[in-house]
């Protein structure tokens, strides 16, 4: 496709399991972005790639949060022991270079929800 | 810390009404975005304002970027149903070393009744 494509799109997980979610870039985009919205408010930053080098985790909440995109296409953000604060939408958003006055384009996200 | 504090938080008129909806932060911001988001959906992007004093125009929406780039506003013109949705906006740092990082706003629900 020629959008972002994130999965799975539904996650329910009970607390202190682990959870693994993709990300697919638009092809050729060096940089892609994780994010976290809660309910009712606007997305948080947690990481951002260009191409496989992870350059910024300073968002990312605790150690239980782990991103990797070993070949600078697919991403994978996982949540290790989740807690039922993990609940969240997480968008992940691609664009072609690295600065913010570049348009990124975001995926659907993956609404997680733990139990 | 940089914050974006957008008003008003909800807003619901009736089709064929103008609304503005502001978005307003104590620093100064290298290019500000803003992001129409439908519900189960991403954020799409809107425009992208970068100088100072700028104001562009997407059919019935005018954005503007304040002269400090501190704050921004947009303007809809005879809403319509269509333009319900989750508004909102993204600063960038204006440092150099992290200018890659979008801090958005809780956003302005908005719903326009038939």
């Known amino acids: 496709g020629a959008g972002v494509s994130q999965s799975p799109r539904y996650k329910v997980a009970k607390r202190g399991q682990d959870v693994a979610l993709r990300c697919d870039p638009i092809?050729?985009?060096?940089?892609l972005f994780w994010y976290q919205q809660a309910l009712g408010q606007g997305p948080e930053f947690l990481t951002y790639?260009?191409?496989?080098?992870?350059?910024?985790k300073s968002g990312l909440p605790s150690d239980r949060f782990f991103a990797e995109r070993p070949e600078g296409s697919v991403s994978t953000l996982k949540i290790q022991r989740t807690q039922q604060e993990d609940s969240a939408v997480y968008l992940c958003?691609?664009?072609?270079?690295?600065?913010?006055?570049?348009?990124?384009?975001f995926g659907d996200g993956t609404r997680l929800s733990i139990l | 810390t940089q914050l974006l504090e957008q008003s008003p938080q909800f807003l619901s008129i009736q089709e064929g009404e103008n609304l503005t909806v502001y978005c307003n932060s104590s620093?100064?911001?290298?290019?500000l975005q803003w992001y129409r988001q439908e519900p189960g959906e991403g954020p799409v992007l809107l425009v992208t304002?970068?100088?100072?004093?700028e104001v562009k125009k997407l059919k019935r929406l005018t954005f503007q970027f304040g002269d400090a780039r501190k704050d921004s506003s947009l303007h809809i013109t005879a809403a319509q149903p269509g333009d319900t949705g989750l508004y909102l906006c993204?600063?960038?740092?204006?440092?150099?070393?992290?200018?890659?990082?979008?801090?958005f706003g809780k956003g302005t629900l908005l719903t326009v009744n038939p």
């Open positions: 958003a691609s664009s072609l270079l690295g600065a913010a006055v570049q348009p990124q384009h």
């Open positions: 092809s050729g985009h060096v940089s």
């Open positions: 790639f260009q191409n496989e080098a992870q350059l910024d």
């Open positions: 620093s100064v911001f290298s290019s």
């Open positions: 304002v970068v100088t100072g004093g």
């Open positions: 993204a600063g960038a740092a204006e440092s150099g070393g992290s200018n890659y990082k979008l801090t």
